[in-house]
């Protein structure tokens, strides 16, 4: 059964450094995602990007954030200057043409 | 804008009992979806089963089963026959249905403790 796949599942990186989250979404979806779970809390919505380009954003997406799709199947997220704040599961999903979005295992970010 | 509440913020169940989810929403749209996710503590999201707004008839798959009603807005999930597999985080979600790429918005989540 296809799945997303996420990497790495755990990273760990100082304040003010930069990371890149790195998903592989299912292979025909068209949809694509990035949620942040801070531990404790509900999952929130940072991104969608459809044909190559940021569908909707939240208000947690801010400048620091960007997103590419670089070669075709991998699916980024790039936090330029981590804070503390940063700390959390960020989630990775795609969908297709029905309504479901499937979900990635999670990376999980600390930011020391 | 949509939001979705779940008022209980931790459950218990007996192993082999049945246990009823609480989850309200509210959205002015009339095509919408809605989700309960299981996140184990591996914190994977899986998806547990999903309802159509459009569909009157309840969702069911093997154990679980939704009470959808939409004119009230709630969506409870029922577990029956409780395992200890399914101890976890239960989140409840929306998504509008007005685009493909619309966003899910989570509830906060009720953590599901399945008692031997």
């Known amino acids: 059964e296809p799945e997303v796949t996420q990497t790495p599942s755990h990273q760990v990186t100082q304040m003010g450094q930069e990371v890149i989250l790195r998903c592989v979404p299912i292979?025909?979806?068209?949809?694509f995602y990035w949620y942040r779970q801070i531990l404790g809390q509900k999952v929130e919505f940072l991104v969608s990007f459809y044909n190559n380009e940021i569908s909707e954003k939240s208000e947690i997406f801010d400048d620091q954030f960007s997103v590419e799709r670089p070669d075709g199947s991998n699916f980024t997220l790039k936090i330029r200057s981590t804070k503390l704040e940063d700390s959390a599961m960020y989630f990775c999903?795609?969908?297709?043409?029905?309504?479901?979005?499937?979900f990635g295992p999670g990376t999980r970010l600390t930011v020391l | 804008a949509q939001t979705v509440t779940q008022s209980q913020p931790e459950m218990s169940v007996q192993e082999a009992e049945t246990v009823t989810l609480s989850c309200t929403y509210d959205?002015?749209?009339?095509?919408?979806?809605l989700f309960w996710y299981k996140q184990p503590p591996s914190r994977q999201m899986i998806l547990v089963i999903r309802?159509?707004?459009?569909?009157?008839q309840n969702a069911t798959e093997n154990r679980f089963s939704v009470n959808f009603q939409k004119a009230a807005k709630s969506f409870s999930l029922k577990i029956s026959d409780s395992q200890l597999g399914d101890a976890a985080m239960y989140f409840c979600a929306y998504r509008s249905g007005l685009n493909r790429d619309d966003k899910i918005i989570f509830g906060k989540g009720t953590r599901l403790h399945i008692l031997p």
């Open positions: 309802q159509e707004a459009y569909k009157q």
């Open positions: 999903a795609s969908s297709g043409r029905g309504s479901e979005q499937f």
């Open positions: 292979s025909n979806h068209l949809y």
């Open positions: 959205t002015s749209e009339s095509d919408y979806y």
